[in-house]
């Protein structure tokens, strides 16, 4: 029978993290990690068939959602030990893992900074490093200058979605569209931050967790390219295009969610 909560912990420095778990306790588990400017919700599509195979752990990463929004830059080390820190305040010892985006990066600091952690890996639409700086400083400015979110959430989307989508006004989009609008500026500010000055290239060749890098080919925010060399760098690592902008779990689930249950449940 399966199951949910939602709850959080605390992390280091007092920076409330909350999380969810669905599916059967006794299940391995998965845990997912988000984009930027969305929270755990973006998976809820991806929940009746990942939750039928394993324990589904979400969370919000700081400055999203329900988790606490603290000002000033966030660093990808420390989204990496607020992983960390809900998987032992959880009694966790190995997952697997799958993020997208701003969640890959994270995937890929523990596969690098805490291995024994990471049994296998799915990393999604995403870099080893996304440069340059001054771009990231003009959204931090615009973010922390911003009296609504209605520009950035529309730029979002755009670079997020096929305009196919955005013109039709698919339903799928408008969740993603009233998360962008409730964002906390700080916490998007602090999270532009942390990918800023993230650059993973050189370490990638330490992953030693059996790897899936996932791109979507008309990706506009992490080209596919970026994707094909991080499964170039991991040893061992597959690679695989989606026909997808940048949400590829979202606008290919079927063949999004596949991908990761046949890669998870190899032997």
């Known amino acids: 029978m399966s199951a949910s909560f939602s709850s959080h912990i605390l992390a280091g420095d007092g920076v409330r993290i909350a999380y969810r778990f669905d599916g059967d306790p006794g299940l391995p588990v998965l845990l997912l990690s988000n984009s930027?400017?969305?929270?755990?919700?973006?998976?809820?599509?991806?929940?009746?068939?990942?939750?039928?195979?394993?324990?589904?752990?979400?969370?919000?990463?700081?400055?999203?959602?329900?988790?606490?929004?603290?000002?000033?830059?966030?660093?990808?080390?420390?989204?990496?030990?607020?992983?960390?820190?809900?998987?032992?305040?959880?009694?966790?010892?190995?997952?697997?893992f799958l993020g997208l985006s701003l969640g890959g990066f994270v995937g890929q600091w523990l596969a690098v900074r805490a291995p024994e952690r990471i049994d296998r890996l799915v990393l999604s639409n995403t870099s080893a490093y996304l440069g340059p700086a001054a771009v990231f400083d003009e959204r931090i400015r615009e973010a922390e200058a911003a009296t609504d979110m209605r520009a950035i959430a529309e730029r979002f989307l755009r670079d997020w979605f096929p305009a196919a989508m955005l013109d039709a006004r698919d339903p799928r989009v408008e969740p993603f569209r009233a998360t962008l609008l409730a964002q906390s500026a700080a916490g998007l500010a602090g999270s532009f931050a942390a990918v800023r000055d993230a650059d993973l290239r050189?370490?990638?060749?330490?992953?030693?967790?059996?790897?899936?890098?996932?791109?979507g080919e008309s990706d506009p925010v992490t080209l596919p390219e970026h994707g094909r060399a991080i499964a170039a760098a991991v040893p061992g690592a597959r690679w695989l295009a989606l026909p997808a902008v940048h949400m590829a779990n979202v606008e290919n689930p079927d063949a999004f969610e596949r991908a990761v249950l046949d890669f998870l449940s190899a032997a």
């Open 202 to 215: 050189r370490t990638l060749g330490l992953i030693a967790a059996p790897t899936l890098v996932i791109a």
């Open 36 to 96: 930027i400017a969305t929270d755990l919700h973006m998976w809820d599509a991806q929940i009746p068939a990942l939750s039928r195979r394993f324990r589904v752990l979400r969370y919000d990463a700081r400055g999203h959602g329900a988790s606490a929004a603290p000002a000033g830059a966030y660093s990808l080390d420390r989204l990496g030990r607020d992983v960390l820190e809900l998987l032992d305040a959880l009694g966790l010892d190995r997952v697997h």
